[in-house]
Nanobody
Framework: QVQLVESGGGLVQAGGSLRLSCAAS????????MAWFRQAPGKEREFVVG????????EYVDSVQGRFTGSRDNAKNTVYLQMNNLKPEDTAVYYC?????????????????WGQGTQVTVSS
């Protein structure tokens, strides 16, 4: 099973930017479809960005479309989430997750591995 470690979270003012990273180890990273989820206090976990294993057709939840960019570097075993024009409602713990299997399933996928999460706080 792949192991995932997120980094890059922090406190930022509204309108600012952050870049999250998720480093993978243990199994062949390029075999996994990747995603970023987030969970705000008192809310359910939410799918944010999905990145198929070949990096094509990145999928975004509507609320972050145009502000967030998901990407991956298979040579570095790392997936990224560039977050621009951050809003207070983006405040959450952000998790990266790995989905095995041939077909990319997006928010409906079975994610076998999760990172520990990184806190993103956006002040108004």
């Amino acid at each position: 099973q792949v192991q995932l470690v997120e980094s890059g979270g922090g406190l930022v003012q509204a309108g600012g930017s952050l870049r999250l990273s998720c480093a993978a180890s243990g199994r062949t990273f390029s075999n996994y479809h990747m995603a970023w989820f987030r969970q705000a206090p008192g809310k359910e976990r939410e799918f944010v960005v999905g990145i198929p294993r070949d990096g094509s057709k990145t999928e975004y939840v509507d609320s972050v479309q145009g502000r967030f960019t998901g990407s991956r570097d298979n040579a570095k075993n790392t997936v990224y989430l560039q977050m621009n024009n951050l809003k207070p409602e983006d405040t959450a713990v952000y998790y990266c997750a790995a989905q095995g299997g041939y077909f990319y399933m997006g928010k409906d996928g079975k994610y076998d591995a999760w990172g520990q999460g990184t806190q993103v706080t956006v002040s108004s």
